[in-house]
C-alpha cells in the first residue's frame, strides 16, 4: 500500500476501510491480489446493481471496443446513444406511461444534481431550493448547498444556508408531528412572503442519511401539496434508482409524477460513469449548450447501459428481486430478536436495507470485522450507526445467506464484546 | 435524427453542429453512419489528444475487461490504480522535479475544479477566489462562480458575484496598461481590507475564452506577485494540459510552480471519464472522505491513463510535436497575408490554435461549411469569433494539411460571400 | 403646498394622507394653517404617547436651552444624560427588577434595531436571525431584512432572504396549527443542523402588521422554547413600548425576560428622537465605539425623557390608561354588532386598537374622510385593511368620544356607500 | 461617573476619551460640572459647525417651543419645513444653479446613506456599489457594507463583502500608479461581464479616514469616467459638507455634479438630529412611503436649520472661513519644522485638518494630555495616527490660536518622552 499513502492524498476513504488491493471481480465477488475472495455487500456505492463485470455487458462492451465505436463524443449524436436513446425510450419511459426528455449532464450524479438545480431555477425565475433532514447529493457547490450537514465538511458555509431550506424528512419529528404539516406551513409562510422556493429536491430513500424511507402516502400527500403551492418535485434516485428497490424506479409504487429525475450510479450497469436527468417535457428550456461538459455523451456507457435494460423488458427481474430480497430482513430481524442489547432496528425495500444499531461505534466495528472475514460492507447515516446492505440485485440465496451469516458472526463476536 | 429531436433535451449542441449520427473512429479520423469521413480537429474537445481508439490503449483495455479486472472501485486500492500512480510519479513527476499529491475527484474538469476550489478555502479560512476575464472552467456551481460571463447562463446571478472576483488576463487592456499593475494594485487593496482571496484559478492558455494565451513573463511576474501576497494559484490545465501546447503541462516552459494543478480531458488518452487534482504535500489537509465521489476510481480509465503516459517516457513525442506543428502557424499565416479583408489575427502554441476574424458570424460559418466539406472543428471566444484548431497530437503532416486545405477552401468561399 | 411638491422627494407619504400644513399642536389636537383642530390619534405613529408639546417637557426644555445646556455630546458624558441614566434605572428597571445595560444608538427605531442585530451576531457567532410574519422593524438594510414583505419594496431581494428566517407569529395557521409547533420543529431541524438562529427579534404587538397581538401564553411558551435551544430573544418595543399598551413595556403582564429590548419613539415624551437599546449585562460584549453614531447623545431629549419618566413613578398612570382605554373597545364593538355587513373585527389592548374590516378599500377610505372630519388616523396590515387608533395617553375620555364619534360617522358613511 | 460605568453599555467611547461630565456649551467652549473651560476643537465631530448653541438659533428655538409650534410630524407638511425647503432652495440649490429633489430619511448620516444606497439600486437595477478606501459612510448595516475594514467590527463579514467592491482613493497606491487608471480598468472589466456597480459613493474628503484628500483634478476625471460607464455618483458630504471645508458643500470648487449627496451632522446647525437626501429630478423614482421613518420630519431642527442658512446668503462667511483658516496650516507646518522627529504631515482645508504622526500612539498621547490642558481634540486614521483639527466655523482667531497653543504644548511634551 506503500505508494497510495506516499503519493494519494488525504482525502482517499474506502482503501482505509477496505485495506487490500483489488485486482478482479465478477457477479457478487471480488478478489484481492491474494487471491482472497470477498461477498460484496456493497457493489460500489450502489453503481453495481447488475455485478461486476456482468457478462452480456462484458460481451457489448468488447466487441464495440474492438470494431473501433467511437468513445468520446461530447454530445454528438452516435450509433450508441441512438441505441441507449430508443431502449430507453421503450422499456422505461414508455412502458411506465412517463412523459420525460433526457439530459446527459457531466457523467456522474452530483453533475446530473447540479443541472436540475440550474433548470427548476431558470424555469421558476427563483432562487431558494428546499432539501431535507440528512440529504445527500453530492460534492459539487450546488449540490452540496442542498445536502445536510455538508456545511460541516466546508469552510464556505455560506452556500449551505443561502441556496436551500432544509424540510423535515418523513418521520424527522418521530410520532408527535407529521413532517408534512411542518412543510405545509412553510409553504404558507413563503407564498406569504412572495418568497416560495423553485423546488424541493428529494432521496425517497436516504441512503447515506442511514436508509431512511418516505412512506408511499407521505410522498403522495408530499406531491400533492407541492403541486397545490406551484412548487416542482426534483427527485433524486441516483442511489435508490436502477432497480435497486424491486422497481427500476424507486419511487414507482407511489405513482407520484417528478417534475425532474436525476439517475447515475447503476444506469451504465458495468459501473461505467454515465448520468442523465429527466424533465418533463414542458420544463425543458435550456438553451443549446447551456448546460455542458466534456464527458456528457460516454458511447461505452451507452453500449452497456443499453445492455442492462434488457433485465427490465418485463417483469421477471423485478419479481425475482422482491422474492429474494425477503431473506434479508428475515434474518435481520431474527438478529434483533436474538440479540435485544444491541437495540437493532431494521429497515429497507427491495435489495437496500439497513441494520441500525446505537451502541457506539458497534456498526463501524462490524463493518471492520466483516472485511477481514470476506464481506464487504459499508455503513450509513450521521453517525455511521447503520449497517448498509446493498447487495448486487443478481446476487443468488446462497450468496445472500452466506454474506448474511458473515455479518450475523461479526454482530455477535461485537456485541459479546460489548457486555 | 428523430429519436434525437425526439427524446433528448433541448440543451443538446454539438449534435445541432455536426448533424450526423457518429459511428466509428481512429487516430485523427471519425467515420458516420453513410461511411462519410471526418478528419478531427476537435479532439473531444481535448479529449482525446493521442487520437480515437489509439491501439495500444485499446489493446490494454480489451485485455483488461477480458480478464475481469476490477472495473468500479471507488477510492478501492486497485491494482489499476496502483500502476497509474507509479507511471504518474516516474514519467511525469520525479522527471520533472515536481512534488505534488493526487487527488481523484468524481471524473470531469468540474469536478476537479470543485475540489480545487474547496481545498484552497480550507487551507486559507478565506472565501473569495479570484478569477480571469473569459476564463472558463466547469459548470457546477462553483465552478461557474469562478466562469466569466457564466452569469449570463444562469438565473441565480448570485453565485456569480459572491464567491469570486474577475483579474484581468494578459493583454486584456491592451497594449496600453499591463494587466498585472491592476492584479497587484488589487491585493494591495484587499491586502489593506484584510480580505485576501483564497486564490488564483488560471488558464494559462484559455480555449473557450478564444485562445488567449498568457506570456512566460507575464506567468511568472504573476508568480512572484502572488508569493508575496501569500494567495494560492491553481492552475486549471484541463485543456491545454496533457501535452496539447507540446509539453505535458501547458505551463512548463514558465517553470512556475503552481499550488494545485486541474488535469482531466486528455488524461486517460482514451477519451474515458478521468480527473486528477495535484496538490502540493503541505496543502493536502484533506480528511479522509471530505471530497468524494462514486466514479472517482474508474478503473478503465487508469488502464489507458497508464499506458498513455508512455508518450512521454523521452523527449520525442514532445519534439515531434513542436516539429509537426509548425506547419498550422504556417499555413494559417498565409491565409491571413492572402485575405487581408478577413483581418484574421493567429496565435496558438504546439497543437493548440485560434484563427480569429471579427468579421459577423463569419468564423461560425466556416466552421459549418468544413462540416459538410469533412472537417470537425469548433469555434471559441465571447463572440465565437475564433476557430479553434486542436487535431489529435498524433495526427501526421498529411492529416494536417489535408485539414487546412478544407479549412483554407472554406475560408475563402466565405470571404467570398462577405464581399 | 406647491413647494412640497415641486422640492420634496415623491417619498413623502402622510403629508399626501393629511394634506395640509400643520403649524401648533398640545395635548391631543393638532392645528393647521388655516386654524382648523384636528383630534390626534395617530400620535406621531406612536411616538407622542404623552401628547403634543407636553407642559411638563416644554418647561424643562425651555430651562435647559435658555441656559445653554449642552445639546450635542455623542456619547460624551453629560449632566442631562446623568440624569436620565439615573431616573431610567430608579424608575424603570429596578421597580421591575430588570437587570439590563443601557446602550444610546442613533436617535431612531431602525438603528436602535441594527444595534441589536449586530450584538446577538456577535455574542453568539450565528448569521441567522428569526423574525416573524408581518413583521415591521426599520428601514435600514439590517432592519429591513427582518421585516416581512419588505421584499417588495427593495432591488435587493437578497438582504431579505439571506439574513433571516421568517416564523410564523401567534395564530398565523389560524386555529388549526399552533404557530409554536413549527417554531419548535425548525429549531429541531436547524440544531440538527448546526445551524440555529442568533436570536428572534419579535414585536409583542405588530402595530404596522395590522395590531396582530401575542398572547401571554404564547409569549411565556416562546421564551421557554428560545431558551432550551439557547437562542436569544429581542423584543422591539419601539411602538408598542413607552405605555402605549397600559405598561411601560408592552411584556410586563406576560413576565418575560427578554435578552435584548429595543425603545425609541415615545421614549423622550416630546416627540425628539432618541433611541435606546437594554442588553443584559453578559451580553454587553461590546467593545468601545464598536457601534457609533452622531446623535447617539441627543441631550434635549434626555432632558424630556427624564420628565416623561415621572409618569411611571408610580401605577397612577398605568391605572389611569387601563380605566380610560376601555372606552375604545367598548364603542368599536358596538360598531361591529351596528353594521354586521362591515365584518369588523376589533382587537388591541390599552391605547392601541385596530378596526379591521376586509371590504376593499374601505379603511383606507374611512380615514380619508376621518382626516376631512377633523381626526387624525391611519391604517396598517399588508392591504392597510385595519385601522389604528393610537390617541396619545393623556386623551381624556372627551377627547376619546369626540375622535370615536367622527370614526363612526365616517365609518356609517362609507358603509352606506358600500350598500 | 459611576452611574455611567454602572449602567451604560461598554460601547461607549468618547466619555471614556473625555472624561469628565459637561453640562454647559457656548459658542467654541464647552464647561464641565467643576467649571472647566476647555476650547472645542472636534465640534461634536463635524455637527456644531456654528459653535454649541448659536444665540440666533436659540433664539427661534426658544420661540418655536414656546409657541406650541408642532414638534413631531412624521413627514407631515409643517409651517417650519416649508420654511426650510424655501430657504434651502433659494439660498444652497438656486445660487449654485443646483437642480435636485429633497428627501427627509430617519435623521442620522447613515440613514441618508442607506436611502442613498437604496434609490441607486432602484433606479439601475444593479447590486453592486463600489465605495472607496479607507471610507466610513456609517452604522446600519448597508452602510457598515461601504466602510472600509468595517469587517472588522462585525460577526458578519458577509455583508461586507457581498454588497460593494472597494477602489483606491485619491493617492492610495502613492505617486507610483494613479488610482484612476484602477478605476476606469476595473470599470472595463465590470461592463465585459456585464456587471457594472450601481453607483461610487464617495467622501470627497475623508475624515474618519485619516483627513485624505481627493484632489479637484481627481474628482473631475472620476466624475467623467463615471458618466463614460454610466455609473452614478452619491456624495457623502455628511462631514465635510455644511461649510466645513470654506464653501457649504465640500466639492463646489470641483464644480461635479453628483447625482445624489447626503448631508447630516451640521445640516440642523444646532446640533440637532437632522439627514437629508439630494436627488436629481430624473433619479426621483420613490414611491410613496417607499422608504420611511418615525423622526423624519425634526421639527426643531428644521427652526434651528433654517436659521443656520442665513450664513450663506452671502460670501461673506465663506470668505472670513477662508481667511481665518489660514492660520492653521500655517502654525501646523511650523510644528513639522519645528520638530523633524515627528515626522509630521499636515493637509486639509478650510476648518478640517489633519496632523499626522506614525510614531506609535503619539497623536493619541497628544489628545489625551490635550483635555487634560482644556482642548478637546479627536484622531481619525485606520491607527488613529491623524490629529483632526474641527473648530467650529465661527471661532475666532483668539480661540484658533488659543487652541493651537495647547496642541503645541502637548505636541512638544510628548516629542520630549519620545527622545
Given at each position: 500500500m506503500n505508494i497510495f499513502n506516499n503519493i494519494e492524498s488525504e482525502v482517499r476513504r474506502y482503501c482505509r476501510a477496505f485495506p487490500t488491493i483489488f485486482t478482479k471481480a465478477e457477479g457478487y465477488k471480488v478478489i484481492d491480489q491474494n487471491g482472497k475472495r470477498y461477498i460484496d455487500f456493497f457493489s460500489g456505492s450502489g453503481s453495481l446493481n447488475y455485478g461486476h463485470n456482468n457478462p452480456a455487458m462484458k460481451q457489448k462492451l468488447l466487441e464495440y471496443i474492438s470494431e473501433n465505436?467511437?468513445?468520446?463524443?461530447?454530445d454528438m449524436a452516435t450509433d450508441a446513444k441512438r441505441n441507449f436513446l430508443k431502449q430507453f425510450y421503450d422499456i422505461i419511459l414508455k412502458k411506465r406511461n412517463m412523459d420525460y426528455k433526457l439530459q446527459f449532464p457531466g457523467p456522474t450524479g452530483t453533475n446530473a444534481v447540479e443541472a436540475a438545480l440550474k433548470l427548476v431555477r431558470k424555469v421558476t425565475g427563483r432562487n431558494n431550493i428546499a432539501c431535507f433532514t440528512n440529504s445527500f447529493h453530492g460534492m459539487t457547490l450546488g449540490a452540496l448547498s442542498v445536502s445536510f450537514n455538508a456545511s460541516k465538511k466546508v469552510t464556505d458555509k455560506d452556500a449551505m444556508t443561502k441556496f436551500s431550506v432544509t424540510m423535515p424528512f418523513d418521520g424527522f419529528f418521530g410520532e408527535e408531528y407529521n413532517s408534512l404539516n411542518y412543510i405545509e406551513n412553510y409553504l404558507k409562510i413563503s407564498r406569504a412572503k412572495s418568497d416560495l422556493p423553485a423546488a424541493f429536491i428529494l432521496e425517497t430513500i436516504q441512503c447515506e442519511g442511514g436508509i431512511n424511507i418516505a412512506t408511499t402516502g407521505w410522498l403522495r400527500e408530499l406531491e400533492k401539496i407541492l403541486k397545490a403551492y406551484e412548487v416542482l418535485l426534483i427527485i433524486d434516485?441516483?442511489?435508490?434508482?436502477?432497480?435497486?428497490?424491486?422497481?427500476?424506479?424507486?419511487?414507482e409504487t407511489s405513482e407520484i409524477k417528478p417534475d425532474i429525475i436525476c439517475l447515475s450510479k447503476?444506469?451504465?450497469?458495468?459501473?461505467l460513469p454515465l448520468a442523465l436527468v429527466l424533465i418533463k417535457p414542458e420544463l425543458d428550456v435550456w438553451q443549446p449548450g447551456e448546460h455542458s461538459g466534456t464527458?456528457?455523451?460516454?458511447n461505452l456507457a451507452f453500449v452497456t447501459a443499453t445492455e442492462a435494460?434488457?433485465?427490465?423488458?418485463?417483469n421477471e427481474f423485478s419479481d425475482t428481486i422482491r422474492i429474494k430480497s425477503n431473506i434479508i430482513p428475515q434474518r435481520l430481524s431474527d438478529l434483533v430478536k436474538k440479540y435485544p442489547e444491541i437495540h437493532g432496528k431494521v429497515r429497507g425495500r427491495g435489495f437496500l436495507w439497513g441494520f441500525e444499531s446505537n451502541l457506539k461505534n458497534f456498526s463501524v466495528q462490524v463493518a471492520r470485522d466483516a472485511f477481514q472475514a470476506g464481506l464487504l460492507i459499508e455503513t450509513a447515516g450521521p453517525k455511521n450507526q447503520v449497517l448498509k446492505l446493498m447487495p448486487p440485485?443478481?446476487?443468488d440465496e446462497k450468496g445472500l445467506n452466506a454474506g448474511l451469516d458473515i455479518l450475523q458472526e461479526c454482530l455477535m463476536r461485537n456485541y459479546r464484546k460489548e457486555l
Open positions: 465505436g467511437i468513445v468520446q463524443g461530447l434516485d441516483i442511489q435508490a434508482g436502477c432497480g435497486r428497490t424491486g422497481t427500476f424506479f424507486s419511487f447503476s444506469l451504465s450497469g458495468y459501473g464527458f456528457r455523451g460516454n435494460l434488457n433485465y427490465w423488458k418485463n440485485l443478481i446476487t
